[in-house]
């Protein structure tokens, strides 16, 4: 990184120059979205939404913003992925709480939200039971869990993680969305396990949700920056990336009631594979495959015997 990127501008330097600079500044060092990235982190340092920076483009910066603004750019510059410098996030239209302990929701997963709140709709409207329990596995910020909330009731949600801080995020999360949750009459308990069977009792859960990790081990070093600044513990699937999967199969038998549905997200390179890992296991039928708005594999459904 070229210091002299962020010499010219200080106290007075207008809105608009200081995006234009950052942007040129950010594709110079290889930042993939350059102007947006720009954008959300100046907006969010003046707490201005992204119009706002175009109404105000003639506003001047204090000498504050501009420090604290150099100063995030400079660490975007170095990977830091932008949900991280500003601690938010937004999945499903919800604003979310992140950090460094948690997965960034991925715009590919809400795909997983609409199957599941369709299934469960229809759970609901066929009246075998009052309350959906619903268990997000790996549930980091709890994004899943959150944008079943927005859209549905009567829900008792239970998630799921082995990381204490990934289930801390959560639970502000929990406090900033408790007013939703409490509207829709929705339960939610958080657990810190690494798997189904210490807490959930058999036949306990009508729908298990999961987007576990499944990047192959090897593969992870050639990630971009940007991913390899997120937690290992989401992100690593064993060798072959499947280490999860074999786990969830085999025990989300146990734990679902006749009839109850596991919905999991995986690799746009992994269907072939886990499709061979679900013959292992004739309780489960009823298979769907669906595809991402790119076209690629993504979700796996299935009803248990």
Request: with cysteine; proline share 4%; aromatic share 6%.
């Amino acid at each position: 990184m070229n210091s002299e990127s962020f010499a010219e501008f200080n106290k007075g330097y207008r809105i608009g120059d200081v995006l234009q600079q950052i942007s040129l500044t950010f594709k110079s060092n290889g930042v993939p979205t350059p102007r947006l990235d720009a954008e959300l982190l100046l907006a969010f340092l003046l707490k201005l939404k992204r119009l706002d920076l175009y109404l105000q483009a003639d506003r001047p910066l204090t000498e504050e913003e501009s420090f604290h603004f150099k100063k995030m750019a400079k660490r975007r510059i170095e990977g830091v992925p932008v949900a991280y410098l500003t601690q938010q996030k937004e999945f499903w239209s919800l604003s979310l709480h992140v950090a460094s302990g948690v997965l960034i929701p991925r715009p590919e997963t809400e795909l997983l939200v609409e199957i599941a709140c369709s299934r469960i709709k229809r759970t609901q409207k066929e009246g075998r039971v009052r309350r959906i329990r619903v268990a997000d596995l790996g549930t980091g910020s709890g994004a899943i869990m959150f944008a079943l909330a927005s859209e549905l009731k009567e829900l008792d949600l239970y998630g799921i993680d082995l990381s204490k801080e990934a289930l801390s995020i959560c639970s502000t999360n929990a406090r900033a969305h408790q007013q939703m949750l409490k509207e829709g009459q929705n339960r939610l308990i958080l657990l810190q396990s690494n798997g189904l069977g210490r807490y959930l009792k058999k036949a306990s859960l009508d729908f298990l949700l999961t987007n576990p990790p499944y990047i192959r081990t090897g593969i992870i070093p050639q990630l971009n920056r940007e991913v390899q600044q997120e937690p290992r513990l989401a992100l690593d699937g064993g060798h072959d990336g499947l280490d999860f999967y074999r786990c969830i199969l085999k025990e989300t038998i146990e734990v679902l009631v006749a009839g109850g549905e596991l919905i999991l997200e995986h690799g746009h390179d992994q269907r072939a594979e886990i499709m061979d890992l679900i013959k292992c296991h004739p309780e489960y039928h009823d298979l769907e495959c669906f595809d991402d708005l790119e076209g690629r594999p993504r979700v796996i459904k299935l009803v248990k015997g």
